[in-house]
């Protein structure tokens, strides 16, 4: 069966630090792969999504970066956080092209604070 | 693109009937989700509906498709206070990157 692990689950860093956010999906290949951010429990704002290796899409302008460099590994970055990156960081996989999408599998999440 | 809109807050006593309402843009959506997210936690994928179906019922959830109105439903019989959660609606827009768009949730408060 397929699974997603997310970590860490919460983090609390300083203004001006670096980040780095990863997420393993397990039981499955050539995913596509989301980040999401959930600000202040509310709406959920797509991020980046990856169809391939190596293959980024970035949804918003931000402090932020994502990288593929496996299949079915995803990372989520910053070189200096921003307090307004705060926020539940959401990894989820959906089904490649060419199949049937019956939607997202999401990760735990994580807690990020910036301080 | 594709814009979800949903209702931001219900309020039900338990045992009662909760109807959820979503509202999108996208007529191309192929597929229509309904999530569920209890404090602190990821999403969970509940039910799903095909954009050539009216309804879908799977044991306590009913899901209605109004496709001429772009509106989708999330009916929970028998609500229960396990039922408290965000209920997030998502549409998937045409192409092959499988990008969903989630509405801004809504808050299901159940009273006992």
């Known amino acids: 069966s397929q699974t997603i692990h997310q970590w860490p689950a919460t983090l609390v860093q300083p203004v001006g630090s670096p980040l780095s956010l990863e997420c393993t999906v397990e039981g499955t290949s050539n995913p596509n792969l989301y980040w999401y951010r959930q600000a202040a429990g509310r709406g959920l704002q797509l991020l980046f999504y990856?169809?391939?290796?190596?293959?980024i899409s970035s949804e918003v302008p931000q402090n932020l970066s994502a990288s593929r460099p496996q299949d079915r590994q995803f990372i989520l970055s910053s070189k200096k956080l921003l307090l307004s990156d705060s926020g539940f960081y959401l990894c989820a996989w959906s089904k490649g092209q060419g199949s049937p999408n019956y939607g997202y599998t999401f990760g735990s999440g994580t807690r990020l604070t910036v301080v | 693109g594709e814009d979800v809109e949903q209702s931001l807050f219900l309020s039900v006593r338990e045992g009662d009937s909760s109807v959820i309402n979503c509202t999108y843009t996208d007529s191309s959506s192929t597929y229509l989700y309904w999530y569920k997210q209890e404090p602190g936690a990821g999403l969970q994928l509940l039910t799903y509906i095909f954009s050539n179906m009216d309804m879908k019922q799977d044991q306590r959830l009913t899901v209605l498709l109004n496709k001429k109105d772009k509106h989708l439903s999330l009916r929970i019989a028998d609500t229960q206070t396990g039922d408290s959660a965000i209920y997030f609606c998502?549409?998937?827009?045409?192409?092959?990157?499988?990008?969903?768009?989630f509405g801004q949730g809504t808050t299901l408060q159940v009273k006992p």
């Open positions: 998502a549409g998937r827009p045409g192409g092959n990157t499988g990008k969903l768009i």
């Open positions: 990856s169809v391939g290796i190596g293959q």
